[in-house]
């Protein structure tokens, strides 16, 4: 399975007062995820499902996403909202296993601890910038994941 791990854009600031989960993404968030996504299609980056947080910058992050990459499945799942875990991820992603291709839209520092756990390494630090883009492949669900780092895109390389 090709996993891909989208964090969102740049969201607005919050509020006093306001929710995190209702940030949205802000004009230059879209733009440098757009650039992103557009680099990831034209290197043929085709998700079966796109996997989502229910935050709101990460669900318009999903939706741009699955525009640009010409997927219409994106699901919410608790697994990617901020404070969860990687093994919640790791069971997630396993659920699905019999998807090619996946792609994981949230937070930091969930992410990053993803991308380590995923490549069995879990002391291993990322530094996962908003937009960026991780290709790890798995190929056995059995157990701990044993995946294998293919590429990191970050919206200053594109």
């Not at 733009?31 to 079966?48: D, F, H, N, T």
């Amino acid at each position: 399975m090709e996993i891909y791990i989208l964090r969102h854009g740049i969201a607005e600031e919050g509020k006093a007062g306001g929710s995190d989960a209702d940030r949205a993404l802000t004009d230059t968030g879209r733009e440098k995820l757009r650039a992103v996504l557009e680099r990831a299609q034209s290197a043929g980056v085709k998700p079966s499902l796109i996997l989502t947080s229910p935050y709101k910058r990460a669900t318009q992050t999903a939706h741009m996403a699955g525009q640009v990459l010409g997927c219409n499945k994106i699901v919410e799942s608790e697994s990617l909202v901020p404070g969860s875990t990687p093994k919640a991820v790791w069971e997630a992603i396993s659920a699905r296993r019999r998807e090619g291709a996946l792609l994981l839209a949230g937070h930091e520092p969930l992410l990053s601890m993803t991308v380590a756990f995923l490549l069995g390494t879990p002391a291993l630090q990322v530094d996962l910038k908003k937009a960026a883009m991780v290709r790890i492949d798995q190929d056995g669900f059995g157990g701990s994941p044993s995946g294998i780092l293919k590429w990191m895109v970050t919206p200053r390389l594109v």
